[in-house]
């Protein structure tokens, strides 16, 4: 635990002077946006921090504070108004078994945005300077450097903005000049963080197939089902009666052969899938009647078109017009009408209520349970056993959506992983050579309680939320020229100083 000191957002006053109000702009009556965390003057923080090293001081007996406690480090905003533009300072209380020695002093402080490298310090006079200020006759370095793969932004013409981001933390020891490139032997960590329903994601159809099987699951138990917008430029009705014909043909052997591939070929939820990850979420060649109607219908856009599209599909039944096969273990109350139409008689069910919900819901939820396990099993990445919490029938058909979305969760994670990041050496090797999005260097000496560390860093963003850009000196966007745009920097530096208590 840390404790943070900021400023209090002040409040507009409540009362106000009637004349006033009359006069007041429209614009001041709209809600104004939260100003975010509010600093304090360095000056003021310094007093602070002075106030808690000597709170946290045991020699203070003449202060009469009883005896001390401990208290968690304490961190405080500060406006960056002084001329090292500090914009944290803080302090953390040394502890040797249960007794305070001493405090931790950090000071954090931050220029930028500048588009001038020459502004880079240089490694050695970093190093020197850590050794007078510290006293110390030998310094370790080591290295960091964070490389964006996948960016965070904003989707063309689309009003969401995902969170999806991928980049690459690059570490080492032993660091010889400002920005060198990591060596070979650094070690790597990647950060992923997906967002479902990025549309850049290679299995967003998937996704939109899920949102569609919730969207029935909440209808269930609210009674009021959200349908898709209409994507296909044929209506699901019309797709339903395109399959049905096609099923009629082939029990009557007029089914024309030149046209097998074509009409077999299924348009199931794998088909708009990008093309990079067909070779690892293949399209699976053993779909059965209901997980073939279910890429039918999952265009639906009514509660109408849904019962039309089943009122087709029972009178193709009842009639034996159709004799389609379905795969052995299906529950759903389709597979089961299905089945007892290869005796000639079917039971009676009215297309009314929640009723045609459910058997949507039900063939949907059976085709997804198969193609997630297909892909674990097929890649060996999990067991029919350990796979078994997530298809499992036994609970109801909320809760079996709710699993299944979870199997997505870890699709997303598998694709992005097997696909956007196929690390040979050679694709590796240009990210290590262009611009990182940060790159920092560790200057320490020292053991135990005594080692203390010097941080420089470079960044194309503001490593401190509450930082407001210092233009003096400095260019403020990433215009170089009228012509030229490079990319901008903040460079950013923490001291460590300590105070031991006698």
Sequence with gaps: MIYILQKAVSRPSEESD????????????????????????????????????????????HLKLGEVVVLPPLWIRCDGSDPEHTYWLGAEPLKAGNKIVGINLYMVTCDGPTAYKTCFANLEELKMQHKILHHSSVVTTKGFAQYELLRAAAIEDTIVEPESSIYVDITWNTVDKILE???????????????????????????????????????????????PEPLEPESAVE???????????????????????????????????????????????????????????????????????????????????IQPWIHHGSSSLLSKLIQQSYHGKMEAVSLTGITPIQMLLEIGLDKMKKDYVNFFIGQELATLTSLDYFISTSVDLQEQVHRVQKLHHMLEIMVSCTVLLQFKHESLFPWTHSHPEVWKVDISSGHGLKEVKTMWQVSTNPPVEHKMSNNTG?????????????????????????????
């Design 181 to 227: 490139t990591p060596p070979l032997i650094s070690a790597a960590t990647l950060n992923i963080a997906l967002e479902p329903g990025d549309p850049r994601s290679p299995v967003y159809q998937l996704y939109r197939e899920l949102q569609f099987l919730l969207a029935l699951a909440e209808g269930l138990k609210t009674g009021v089902t959200k349908w």
């Design 18 to 61: 009637s004349m006033e109000e009359s006069k007041a702009d429209a614009s001041e009556l709209l809600p104004k946006e939260n100003p975010g965390p509010v600093p304090l003057s360095v000056r003021r923080a310094k007093q602070l921090i002075s106030l808690f090293t000597m709170v946290q001081n045991p020699n203070m007996t």
């Design 474 to 502: 400095l260019l403020s966007d990433s215009t170089v020229n009228a012509s030229i745009e490079e990319k901008t920097y903040f460079i950013t530096v923490v001291k460590c100083s300590q105070v031991h208590f006698r």
């Design 239 to 321: 797709l339903v009666q395109e399959f049905v014909a096609d099923l009629k043909k082939k029990l009557d052997g007029s089914w024309v052969s030149g046209n097998r591939n074509g009409m077999e070929k299924i348009r199931c939820d794998t088909e708009a899938v990008d093309s990079s990850i067909k070779s690892i979420f293949s399209e699976r060649g053993d779909l059965d009647f209901a997980e073939q109607l279910w890429c039918k219908m999952k265009c639906v856009s009514s509660y109408q078109e849904l019962i039309a599209c089943f009122t087709l599909i029972l009178e193709s039944l009842e009639h034996g017009e």
